[in-house]
């Protein structure tokens, strides 16, 4: 994990190996990732770290990703990108109405997640002027 | 307490005793210091000089060494007191001898040398002096004194000090006490008498001044001071007492309050017009009396005159007020609410005058009723009255005298007669005037004046002077009574005496003129006993009529009346007159009495009489009053003989009456014709139906009422009945009065005399046209639901069928017979019998019910669903008698509508379960993707890794996105498939869109090895749609163009309007399609004419959900190629949104919004 890292990023997935491939795939990107399986964890971890980015599987073993979003803005701000297996229109405009910035459907191309990251990374700096 | 505090007294006597005490103290001081210091020196001076003494004349006793000499020598210290011891020493500081003997030898110091030094020490003073002898030392003296004797004086001395201290204060407190009756007492007093005036405002007061020092300026100031407000508080105490004085003599109620209303003073007046002393602790207001206004409704005290003048400091002017005493008389008040303020400008209060003005008001009151009592009394004069001035002037007419003068009361006033009325008139008046003026009693005269009718009416008129308080004549009152028409009827009435004188005797009738007055007097007496229904008193007292008979007195009868009652003369009728009038003829009088108690002059009737010969006779008979001198003394009878004539008319007229009676009220027309058929008489009816005139009903053709159809018939039927003689009968229209035909059932049957012979014929004709009618109606009703393939059915009240028609029997199995009567149960299965009840209880409340589904029973015991229409029967009068009920046998529709509901919800549910199947599916599918593209990316970009081993990676890359959008794409199709395809409509801009999709397929292998041409020339780009789902569309169609066009090929998306459409094309310049195929390319799974390795790549599913995107979007996606390598081209129209329209400027806006 970088120090310099331009994001902190919370991912919550509960398929261990889509966790794992990009939790990986992110740290090898240079980015800070915690990752947690369910609602619960992700939420404490969120508690113990400021967050820039919320990287959520819609469906979660105790809860869903609209949820979440919602109670780690009380924390502070946070950017959110929410993923599924579904691709329902009425989820999607869910997703927008919950405050998320994009909805990815499973399994997405790395390039779209990337492109993303370029902006969410304007959008903090934005956010924190350093 | 404060020292500052203290009083004045204490002050003084604290200073002047700490003074003087401490000044004594300082000198006693100061004295025993000297006395101290003084003593200390004349014991050293006086004991050295006597040592000196001793010493030398010890010399030569201390030589002789005489110890007893030296003993005695030194015993003359024992006058001193104060030494207590002495003592010689030798020459080598031996002692040698001492004083007193007996002192302790140690006491003293051993030698000389070790001898305390000479002087004052703490205890004791030591003195040493040399004893010389010659020059020749011989020793020393040595001498030892104590202070006791100071001490003892000095003891005595503060003894002397403090006896002064204590006297000297003594002497100060002593000293005080002067101070006190000298300083401050006066203030004292001062302060006193201060205290007193202001508590008693006694400004008479003075403080004697008792010195001139300053207390006494002060008194005097003081007294100068109260002299100014005496002065003052006295002229005060003038003006109050003046001012209270003058209220007290005030004759008006008058009080003061203070600003919160107390009352705080009120005169002699105030106490008469309350009722009751007020008191000053608790009355308020206007004496706190009760109070009205003046319309009666009660008055608050608190908003009263004077408290609105207080409280609201404004004037209150012109209100009064109604204050009722505790005894119950009331006044009526003006009050004068005035404001008090004082120097300052503050309130203190305010004084109100209550000026009783009841008896004003009484008086006015009395003087209304009074005038309103005159001009009532005045108007409701039977005759003219009026009043004039002096000057001739009307200042009163009452309507009547207005009426008469023909002037308006208001124009009336003021003028006078000259100028009312003719100058000959007014003369005449104005000379009458002068004369009743010059009577005390006033004149009476005839005066004459033409009337609005324009002839001259005579009126007695009195005149008389109405004198002023002096007695001198003020007015001229006049008063008139028209006497017109009572000379003229007096005139006429003489006339009419004599004509009537010579009637009575000549006339053909039978007179009698008969006095009343006893009988009347009678009958009064019993109407003034309670008698009011006479009539009634008549029957129950037989015998008063009689009695009245007998009180009748003929006063004449004329010629005629003798011939009529076969009498000889006059005085044979009138001594019979018992015979006469019949106790049968009793009835009679008793109506006359009672017309003429009831006021009316006239009666009229018929009476049987009898003739002085005993023959019956019957007259008619007139009554009527004559003016005579009383009341009923003339009263005149007519009567006619009409005997005869009554006996035929009474045949006659029974029979007739009898006919015409039941004729005109039988429900039918009715007629009678002559022997010859001509019409002689027709019913009340027949003129009612016909509208034939009555006097035009003898010999008219009736025929002329035929229908000309039937006429002929008719009247051919009926000539031959009347030539035969026989009865007729025939039904035939008949046409009514408004031109309409009824039908009519027509008899005549022929009326015969005693000898056989044809009298006339009586005919009738009944109405049948509403029987016809309903027949007819009954009879099409009976068809119809005979007809009817509907059960038809009708049951009463208490459930009983009673009508079952062919439908009826068909649907249910029971013939009419078998079921008609029987309850309506029978085809109701048992546990719907209550159903029934409710359908008629609904149905006494004239309330149906249509196509309401339930079951019945057949015969044979199946059941069958049926549909029921019903609604109440009701008769003429609208209230309902039975239920009529239609029922339709529905249960295969029924069976058939569940089927289908059935297989509808299968298929629903199946679907349903399908998408959640499918749905499921394609993220099972898709999760374990994820992993492994995240893995196989990261490989790919790791530039640790082997060139070749990356370049694998990425068709393992590849691949992997592929299945993914295979997995979409299974999943769109089943979604379209299901019409459950979900859109998310917008705004959106093709141009966008399409380049987002060009921009997708950059990751495509062949990008690059095919150049990709977009050429946006559509001038409206923006249409309402689902921006991913089109994105969609046209990345599949550029991904199609990429897959089948060989490397160098072309693929030109181009875009343009064609009217209100947008029309994208993607051509490629690639393998083209067959014809044959061309048709079936857009069905899933189909990649017709495309076999290749190409075909491999993906499911072919792409066209077909690209096709079914945009026809959900309402628009086209068609197809076209040439063939084989002639490449193809894509089409897609959609509709496209106005540059300027609603929608979009909508849209700009929102967006606009967003950005800022």
């Not at chain 2, 044979?860 to 029922?887: E, F, H, Y």
């Amino acid at each position: 994990m970088k120090e310099d890292a331009s994001l902190t990023i919370l991912l919550i997935e509960d398929h261990d190996d889509s966790r794992e491939a990009i939790k990986n795939w992110l740290e090898w990107k240079g980015y800070r990732v915690y990752a947690a399986t369910d609602r619960q964890t992700g939420l404490e971890l969120a508690r113990k770290h400021p967050m820039d980015l919320l990287l959520c599987d819609l469906q979660l073993p105790d809860g869903n990703g609209w949820e979440v979003l919602e109670e780690l803005k009380t924390l502070g701000p946070i950017t959110g990108i929410i993923t599924s297996g579904h691709c329902s229109g009425a989820d999607m405009a869910r997703s927008k109405a919950a405050g998320y910035l994009e909805h990815l459907v499973k399994p997405y191309p790395v390039e779209e997640l990337m492109a993303l990251l370029g902006r969410v990374e304007k959008l903090v700096k934005g956010r924190k002027p350093r | 307490m404060a020292f500052r505090d203290l009083p004045i007294k204490r002050k003084l006597v604290g200073l002047m005793l700490v003074t003087s005490l401490l000044v004594l103290f300082m000198a006693g001081t100061a004295m025993l210091i000297y006395e101290y210091q003084s003593y200390r020196r004349e014991m050293a001076a006086k004991l050295t000089a006597m040592g000196l003494i001793v010493a030398n004349n010890s010399g030569a006793v201390l030589g002789f060494d005489d110890e007893n000499l030296a003993r005695a020598i030194l015993s003359g210290f024992r006058v001193e007191p104060e030494v207590t011891g002495a003592a010689f020493y030798d020459a080598q500081g031996r002692l040698y001898a001492r004083y007193p003997a007996t002192k302790a030898l140690g006491e003293f110091p051993p030698t000389v040398a070790e001898g305390e030094t000479p002087g004052f020490h703490r205890t004791h003073f030591v003195l040493y002096v040399p004893v010389n002898q010659g020059e020749k030392r011989m020793g020393t003296l040595y001498v030892q004194a104590d202070y006791r004797q100071m001490y003892r004086r000095l003891r005595t001395y503060l003894m002397i000090l403090a006896g002064v201290l204590v006297s000297a204060g003594v002497l100060g407190l002593m000293l005080a006490a002067g101070i006190e009756s000298g300083v401050s007492a006066p203030l004292l007093e001062l302060a006193n008498v201060a205290k007193i005036i202001s508590r008693r405002r006694d400004y008479s007061l003075r403080v004697v001044k008792r010195s001139r020092d300053e207390v006494g300026t002060l008194t005097e100031a003081f007294n100068t001071m109260l002299g100014q407000i005496q002065s003052r508080d006295s002229k005060l105490r003038d003006s109050e007492k003046r001012f209270r004085e003058m209220i007290d003599a005030l004759p008006a109620a008058v009080y003061t309050v203070d600003p919160e209303g107390r009352l705080t003073h009120f005169n002699p007046a105030a106490v008469e017009l309350a009722g009751r002393i007020p008191d000053l602790g608790t009355d308020r207001w206007c004496v706190s009396g009760r109070l009205y206004h003046t319309d009666g409704r009660p008055m608050n005290l608190e908003e009263c005159p004077m408290a609105l003048a207080v409280k609201e400091q404004r004037p209150v002017r012109d209100m009064e007020v109604i204050i009722e005493r505790p005894d119950g008389t009331r006044c009526w008040v003006v009050p004068h609410p005035t404001t008090l303020w004082d120097a300052d400008g503050r309130l203190t209060g305010g004084i109100d005058m209550l000026v009783d003005i009841t008896e004003r008001k009484n008086a006015e009151e009395s003087l209304r009723k009074s005038e309103e009592r005159f001009a009532r009394f005045m108007q409701h004069l039977p005759g003219l009255a009026w009043i004039k001035d002096l000057g001739g002037r009307y200042v009163y007419a009452n309507s009547a005298a207005a009426d008469v003068f023909q002037v308006a009361r208001e124009r009336l006033y003021g003028r006078t007669d000259d100028e009312v009325f003719p100058p000959e008139i007014a003369a005449t008046f104005k000379a009458n005037d002068h004369a009743a003026l010059a009577s005390p009693i006033g004149v009476q005269m005839i005066e004459e004046l033409k009337h609005r009718d324009g002839e001259i009416h005579h009126s007695i008129v009195n005149k008389f002077p109405i004198p002023a308080p002096d007695g001198r004549p003020l007015l001229v009152g006049g008063m008139a009574i028209d006497i017109t028409d009572r000379k003229r009827a007096e005139e006429a009435l003489q006339r009419s005496e004599a004509r009537y004188r010579s009637i009575f005797e000549g006339v053909a009738v039978s007179l009698w003129e008969e006095d009343f007055t006893a009988v009347m007097e009678a009958v009064g007496k019993l109407r003034a006993q309670g008698v009011e229904d006479l009539r009634r008193y008549c029957d129950e007292h037989p015998g008063f009529l009689k009695e009245m008979r007998g009180l009748i007195r003929v006063v004449d009868v004329n010629e005629s009346t003798v011939a009529m009652f076969e009498a000889r003369d006059k005085s044979e009728l009138l001594g019979a007159l018992p015979d006469i009038f019949p106790d049968a003829s009793l009835p009679v009088l008793a109506e006359e009495l009672n017309a003429l108690t009831a006021g009316s002059s006239f009666l009229q009737g018929e009476a049987t009489l009898r003739t002085v010969q005993g023959n019956t006779i019957e007259v008619l008979f007139a009554m009527s009053l004559l003016p005579g001198t009383g009341e009923y003394d003339r009263v005149l009878f007519s009567l006619i003989d009409i005997t005869r004539r009554k006996k035929v008319e009474r045949a006659l007229h029974e029979s007739e009456h009898r006919f015409r009676m039941i004729a005109d009220h039988i429900p039918v027309l009715a007629w009678t014709a002559d022997p010859l058929g001509h019409g002689t008489w027709y019913n009340r009816q027949w003129h009612e139906y016909t509208g034939m005139a009555k006097d035009n009903e003898a010999g008219m053709g009736w025929e002329a009422l035929h229908h000309p159809e039937h006429r002929a018939r008719v009247l051919h039927s009926l000539e031959q009945s009347i030539a035969a003689g026989e009865p007729w009968q025939e039904s035939f229209p008949m046409r009514g009065r408004q031109g309409q035909y009824r039908w009519f059932l027509s008899r005549a049957v022929p009326i015969f005399d005693d000898a056989g012979q044809l009298l006339r014929w009586f005919g009738t004709a009944v109405d049948v046209t509403d029987v016809r009618e309903a027949e007819q109606l009954v009879a099409h009703l009976a068809a119809i639901v005979e007809s009817s393939q509907d059960a038809i059915l009708s049951e009463t009240m208490d459930g009983r069928i009673s009508t079952w028609n062919r439908g009826a029997e068909r649907l249910f199995g029971y013939a009419s017979e078998e079921v008609v009567g029987r309850s309506i149960a029978v085809i109701i299965p048992p546990e719907r019998w209550d159903e029934d009840v409710a359908i008629r209880r609904r149905q006494a409340h004239g309330e149906g019910y249509e196509h309401f589904e339930t079951v019945r029973v057949r015969k044979d015991g199946s059941r069958i669903v049926v549909s029921l229409s019903v609604s109440p029967i009701r008769d003429g009068t609208g209230a309902t008698i039975g239920v009529s009920k239609i029922a339709r046998d529905i249960t295969d529709k029924k069976r058939a509508e569940e089927e289908l509901e059935r297989a509808l919800q299968s298929a629903r549910s199946a679907n349903r379960s399908k998408d959640e199947f499918l749905a499921a599916l394609s993220h099972e599918l898709r999760t374990p993707l994820m992993p492994v593209l995240f893995t196989v990316s990261m490989w790919q970009q790791d530039e640790t890794l082997p060139e070749k081993l990356r370049t694998n990676l990425g068709v393992i890359r590849r691949n992997i996105e592929i299945q993914s959008r295979m997995i979409n794409d299974l999943l769109d199709l089943s979604r379209i498939r299901a019409n459950r395809l979900e859109l998310v409509f917008g705004v959106v801009d093709l141009h966008d869109i399409i380049g987002r999709a060009v921009e997708v397929c950059r990751g495509h292998p062949k990008w690059g090895e095919v150049s990709i041409q977009v050429l946006l020339e559509a001038r409206a780009h923006h249409v309402r749609g689902d921006a991913d789902r089109l994105q969609q569309v046209f990345w599949n169609l550029i991904q199609n163009g990429l897959k089948f066009t060989p490397a160098g090929g072309r693929i030109t998306v181009q875009s343009s309007n064609q009217d209100r459409l947008i029309r994208v094309s993607v051509s490629d310049t690639g393998r083209g399609i067959e014809a044959e195929s061309i048709d079936r390319i857009f069905e899933p799974f189909e990649q017709c004419g495309r076999r290749g390795k190409e075909s491999l790549q993906g499911l072919g599913l792409g066209l077909a959900i690209a096709q079914r995107i945009v026809t959900s979007h309402g628009g086209s996606l068609t197809v076209a190629s040439d063939g084989e390598n002639q490449g193809a081209v894509f089409t897609v129209e959609l509709e496209a949104l106005l540059p300027d329209g609603p929608e979009l400027e909508a849209a700009h806006s929102s967006l606009k919004e967003q950005e800022a």
